[in-house]
């Protein structure tokens, strides 16, 4: 039987190794091969608006948002009077929610045009006067510019892109006056055919998924941050007919990024074969990491 010695508990509790391994998960996945510039990654979400909107702003998405509050607030977060700066508030799920439950001032950063035009519209729609929509990346938003810096009660960042680094991490806490949250992956999202589907059309393993909230935690910890920490599992269960489920496929391998043109005709046959009476069952598995820090 092989020998597992433990790790050294200095090597555990040093910034700058959880700073590498993090690093290095991102450049050992395919993702690295996907986005090479911040363009690409806004591209890409531009792409994805419509499909994300009606995901994040349908049932399963306002399950997300008020569970995600419940647990803020049990935290002794009270969002009534605040300022919030949203990090990546797509077309605005939480936006719309903080700014409903009275918060003083809502910032939502997003760099899509596409997802700020949804978010614009509801926040019309709403009457809502206490929300301003900023189009920009996380990375390069000038803080003094906006008057981001030491401005917020809470910094928010659910599942962002640009929270990629320890810099960007940073960059949030430079921000808050009194909490940040912020939330990823706990493992790769699970589907049940997934898998099958990516070594059928590609002939090869599917990659691994860097998001991980295990080096932000463990980075915070190692920094001496104090911090709240949870984990939650969203599960989703679907029956839809071939050409349901044949779009919603597509959008996965894209979310993979391999390069366009996509195998729709594989893809569509791999569905076929596996239907039943022309019905395709399937479930996808999420967990996920929350972290609220104290300032």
Request: charged content about 35%; overall charge negative.
């Amino acid at each position: 039987m092989m020998e597992i010695l433990p790790p050294d508990p200095e090597i555990l509790q040093d910034p700058e190794f959880w700073e590498k391994a993090w690093f290095q998960a991102k450049e050992e996945s395919i993702f690295k091969k996907k986005n090479k510039t911040l363009r690409d990654t806004v591209d890409f979400w531009e792409s994805r608006a419509e499909n994300f909107t009606d995901n994040v702003m349908g049932e399963k998405g306002r399950k997300r948002v008020d569970s995600v509050i419940r647990w803020l607030e049990k935290q002794g977060v009270n969002l009534e009077g605040t300022r919030i700066l949203d990090i990546g508030a797509g077309p605005g799920p939480f936006t719309l929610a903080f700014a409903e439950k009275g918060a003083k001032e809502v910032v939502a950063l997003e760099p899509a045009g596409n997802m700020l035009d949804y978010l614009k519209e509801e926040i019309k729609k709403r009457g809502l006067k206490n929300v301003r929509a900023v189009q920009d990346t996380w990375e390069e938003v000038d803080l003094d510019q906006e008057n981001l810096r030491g401005e917020f009660d809470l910094v928010f960042a659910s599942m962002s892109p640009g929270i990629n680094n320890w810099e960007t991490i940073e960059k949030a806490l430079q921000c808050s006056k009194k909490y940040c949250y912020i939330s990823q992956f706990a493992g790769r999202r699970q589907s049940s055919a997934m898998e099958d589907l990516w070594q059928e059309v590609f002939q090869e393993e599917l990659p691994p998924w860097p998001a991980h909230v295990i080096y932000i935690l463990n980075l915070l910890y190692a920094k001496n941050y104090n911090l709240d920490f949870s984990v939650w599992e969203e599960k989703r269960e679907a029956e839809d007919t071939v050409e349901e489920a044949l779009p919603y496929f597509l959008n996965e391998l894209k979310v993979f990024g391999k390069e366009e043109p996509y195998p729709e005709e594989k893809v569509r046959s791999f569905l076929e074969k596996r239907a039943e009476k022309g019905v395709f069952c399937h479930q996808v598995k999420s967990r996920l990491g929350k972290i609220l820090i104290t300032l």
